[in-house]
């Protein structure tokens, strides 16, 4: 009986798996479709991606998408680092939560409202909408993240320590530099990573303040899918998908990276509870 | 001597808390007192509270948020407590959160060619002999294409809610005599509702501001907030009324937060 039960609940789980995946799937089979569209699967062909690779345009949009990506999340994680470490050096408890609170805002507001409160700023200020107005929101909206990266790692890491360097002469760099750093470094690496896809998925922010020179690929698969089905989208869709699993693998790499750190630390102290004893 | 390092490096960081998240949320407030021609005015709310259209707008985009959360929820929680069942769950756990990482806007591009006129979903219907249906630019078709992208973003608090469980609340429940029901019902659900309170939170709010699902999925047949939002900064250029409905969207996100908070647990967390 007890078997059975447990086919059923397989039997649920792979339906989720397949509704979740079947969109994508979808795309990616249609994607060497040569029919031009996505309802009959009128011959095996590679002119779509061939097309991908020949839109200059197209993969400049790429280009730019990833050019965003990797600096705003660079600066993200330089001004969350030091955020963060300064969030938990802050001694009063009370303003320490407003920080956090204030931190929290742009994680938990609707995209929409970001991007339209940008806009109105980047107005308000006078500055033009392009690239640099793109950088700035993607850098803006990924701050918090990366502190809420940090944050736990930094309350993981033992204050005894710094105590201890202080005691025997460090200054404050390097204090910084040779223990809080190391110790927050995969929180730093996460905090990285996840600013990096945020940037690369956003869309409405981004909608809202590119303005008419620029764009990025959201903007671009939203302006082209609503003029209709076309199966370059398609392509680079797929494309797009095994950069995913790329980034995927890597930051399960990263996570089980920390596990490991972690576990083993607990190990450590497990072991030197019970030599103590 | 950390003292002064510490205000260094802290710098740019409140410049942008000062600069990226309380300026603009008071440029939006500000901005919400201006008319179209640029005069301060109280008009804009005096519409927007005077006019049925709004308040059905709201009241719509409000109920439909309802129904996405709920119907993500029936899917999730089953999914979320099966998953924590599994061998290698973190691999399946994995697995779930991959598709967030493909572009909304990709997944949404791929629902257009599922639900169209000639699309799979309506080969298949007519294969089994119901018939072609209008699927797309439907207001069914907003629901199962905005619940299908919001599925990962609720499994996955529940799914940790359900790893921090204590197992031997579960076998101390059952030694008591209680059926698997009574154990789920009395024991495993109340000490999970925690997830499924951030999982609400994770959906709803979003589901408020979906646009561009609207735009291409639900064929501006559905106006949420968020849709009226975008239309009135970026189509009618009337930013005063866009900001209005944005004061009233964060208005509302508060009271959601206030609904679905947890404070005790967060003031344990963070001593």
């Known amino acids: 009986m007890k078997n059975k039960r447990f086919k059923w609940s397989n039997l649920y789980l792979i339906a989720v798996f397949v509704v979740l995946y079947s969109p994508i799937a979808f795309l990616i089979f249609y994607s060497f479709n040569d029919g031009g569209t996505m309802n009959s699967f009128t011959g095996f062909t590679l002119d779509n991606y061939i097309a991908v690779f020949e839109d200059t345009r197209l993969i400049g949009i790429v280009l730019d998408t990833l050019l965003i990506a990797l600096l705003s999340s660079l600066l993200a994680t330089i001004i969350g680092t030091f955020g963060a470490i300064g969030i938990y050096f802050l001694k009063k408890r009370k303003t320490r939560n407003a920080v956090l609170s204030f931190n929290n805002i742009l994680l938990v507001s609707p995209d929409v409202i970001i991007g339209a409160s940008f806009l109105i700023l980047f107005t308000f200020i006078g500055f033009r909408l392009g690239f640099i107005s793109v950088l700035l929101s993607h850098v803006a909206f990924s701050i918090p993240i990366v502190v809420l990266m940090i944050l736990p790692k930094l309350q993981e890491m033992n204050d005894t320590m710094l105590k201890a360097a202080r005691d025997l002469g460090a200054n404050t760099w390097q204090v910084m530099g040779k223990i809080v750093l190391p110790s927050i470094a995969p929180g730093i690496l996460a905090g990285y990573f996840m600013a990096f896809t945020y940037s690369l998925d956003d869309f409405a922010v981004t909608f809202f303040v590119t303005g008419n020179g620029f764009t990025t690929l959201a903007v671009e698969i939203y302006s082209r899918a609503r003029q209709g089905v076309s199966l370059e989208i398609n392509a680079l869709s797929a494309l797009l998908f095994i950069f995913a699993l790329i980034l995927v693998i890597g930051y399960y790499f990263i996570q089980q990276h920390n596990m490991t750190k972690k576990q083993k630390n607990k190990k450590q102290q497990h072991a030197e509870a019970v030599g103590m004893r | ?271």
């Not at chain 2, 002064?4 to 007192?33: D, G």
């Open chain 2, 1 to 271: 001597m950390t003292k002064k390092a510490n205000v260094f490096y802290f710098i740019p960081y409140t410049f942008w808390l000062l600069l990226f998240v309380a300026a603009p949320l008071i440029l939006i407030v500000y901005q919400s007192f201006f008319n179209v021609d640029g005069q301060f005015t109280l008009g804009n709310y005096q519409t927007y509270f005077q006019s049925g259209t709004y308040l059905r707008m709201t009241l719509n985009s409000f109920w439909y948020a309802f129904l996405i959360t709920i119907f993500t929820l029936f899917i999730s929680y089953p999914t979320a407590y099966l998953l924590s069942k599994t061998k290698h769950k973190q691999l399946w756990l994995l697995l779930i959160i991959l598709p967030t990482w493909i572009n909304l806007l990709l997944k949404a591009y791929a629902f257009i060619g599922i639900f169209s006129a000639n699309g799979t979903v309506n080969d298949f219907l007519s294969f089994v002999g119901i018939g072609r249906q209008q699927i797309l630019f439907t207001d069914l078709s907003f629901l199962v294409v905005a619940t299908y992208i919001q599925i990962p973003f609720m499994i996955l608090p529940i799914f940790n809610a359900l790893e921090e469980m204590n197992p031997s609340f579960i076998r101390a429940s059952r030694d008591l005599g209680a059926n698997s029901f009574e154990t789920f019902k009395r024991v495993v659900f109340p000490l999970t509702l925690n997830g499924v309170k951030s999982g609400v939170q994770a959906v709803f709010i979003p589901s408020l501001s979906l646009f561009m699902l609207t735009r291409l999925i639900g064929g501006n047949r559905v106006i949420t907030l968020g849709t009226a939002i975008e239309q009135h900064f970026l189509v009618t250029q009337n930013w005063g009324m866009g900001s209005t409905i944005g004061v009233v969207l964060i208005i509302a996100m508060i009271l959601i937060m206030l609904f679905t908070g947890e404070k005790k647990k967060k003031g344990a967390v963070r001593k």
